[in-house]
């Protein structure tokens, strides 16, 4: 049993900076990979960044590798993803997502939060 709770998103122009928080409970949170995933209106959900139980591995999407960052602090249960010169095509729904084996695929992710709505102006 895992759950997961979202938030820091919210409205800002392009070019700002957001910062994330999932936070995660339960005991086994080091043995989860962390993910954010994210889906637009009309689109499919997509994979942004996912990094591993111990933070040692972190892969981005090529949309976003430069400009977003994913960390976690697995004393605190949580996982962030700083999102740094934000674009309108970055607009989403940004889920977090647990997973017992790193993956990028939205139909491996084993626990998802609610989501946080991110919405970037031009």
């Known amino acids: 049993q895992v759950q997961l709770v979202e938030s820091g998103g919210g409205l800002v122009q392009a070019g700002g900076s957001l910062r994330l928080s999932c936070a995660v409970s339960g005991r086994t949170f080091n043995s989860y990979a962390m993910g954010w995933f994210r889906q637009a209106p009309g689109k499919e959900r997509e994979f942004v960044a996912v990094?591993?139980?111990?933070?040692?591995?972190?892969y981005y999407a090529d949309s976003v590798k430069g400009r977003f960052t994913i960390s976690r602090d697995n004393a605190k249960n949580t996982v962030y993803l700083q999102m740094n010169s934000l674009k309108p095509e970055d607009t989403a729904v940004y889920y977090c997502?647990?997973?017992?084996?790193?993956?990028?695929?939205?139909?491996?992710?084993?626990?998802w939060g609610q989501g946080t709505q991110v919405t970037v102006s031009s």
């Open positions: 997502a647990a997973e017992k084996a790193i993956s990028t695929v939205v139909d491996r992710v084993d626990y």
């Open positions: 990094i591993s139980g111990n933070g040692g591995i972190r």
